[in-house]
Structure formats: C-alpha cells, structure tokens
C-alpha cells in the first residue's frame, strides 16, 4: 500500500497551501479518506476526513471554514485546500484511508493505511 502525500511548505500567516495525497485504487475506493496533523510535541489529531462518495465531510473545529477536504475518485487522489493559514497551522500532514464503507470517523485509530506526512510550516 502507498499513499503519496505533497504539497507541504512554508507559508506565511493568512497564505493557503493545498495539500494532495494519492492512493492506490484499491486502497482508494469505497473508503473514507482523511487529514491529520501532529506538530511538535503534541498527539496526533485529525483535521478533516471525506466519506467514501465524497458527499460527506467532517472538520475540526480549529480548521471549520478555513480547510476544505475534495477527492477526485478518477484519480484515486485526496486534497486538503488551506486557506488563511495560521502559526497554529504548523504541522506534519498526515492523510489516512478509512475501512471499506464505514463513515468518517475522527479517531486515528480507525484507519488502516497511513501516508509519509508532509510538513506545513507557518510563519508569522
């Protein structure tokens, strides 16, 4: 299983970076799909997730109206749009696939695969 995760960066407070991650078809489909980070020192926590069809979605309070979650399921691809970054942004962004079917859930522990991180950098 490979998940391919890009897009990370430096980028200053109030600047947006838009974050991909690419999965194998088998590994993509009929599975909910997912963002977490984890910055220095503290536990990993999610961000936001897309179920399978990519109707629904989820999101972190500290993220609500700044990040947007989109898959393209032709392209077997998950993105995280961010938009008005903040310092508190900085993070290693993980994306994570969810189990065949099952709804998006918050707890890192539901999901099966992970991707390598890449680190988001906000400067103020």
């Known amino acids: 299983v490979q998940l391919q995760a890009s897009g990370g960066g430096l980028v200053q407070a109030g600047g947006f970076l838009r974050l991909s991650c690419a999965a194998s078809e088998r590994t993509f489909n009929r599975r909910s799909m997912a963002w977490f980070r984890q910055a220095p020192g503290k536990e990993r926590e999610f961000v936001t997730g897309i179920g399978w069809n990519g109707v629904d979605a989820d999101y972190a309070e500290s993220v609500e109206g700044r990040f947007t979650i989109s898959r393209d399921n032709a392209k077997t691809t998950v993105y995280l749009q961010m938009n008005s970054l903040k310092p508190e942004d900085t993070a290693v962004y993980y994306c994570?696939?969810?189990?065949?079917?099952?709804?998006?859930?918050?707890?890192?522990?539901?999901?099966?695969?992970w991707g390598q991180g890449t680190l988001v950098t906000v400067s103020s």
């Open positions: 994570a696939v969810g189990k065949i079917l099952r709804p998006i859930i918050r707890n890192a522990d539901a999901y099966d695969y």
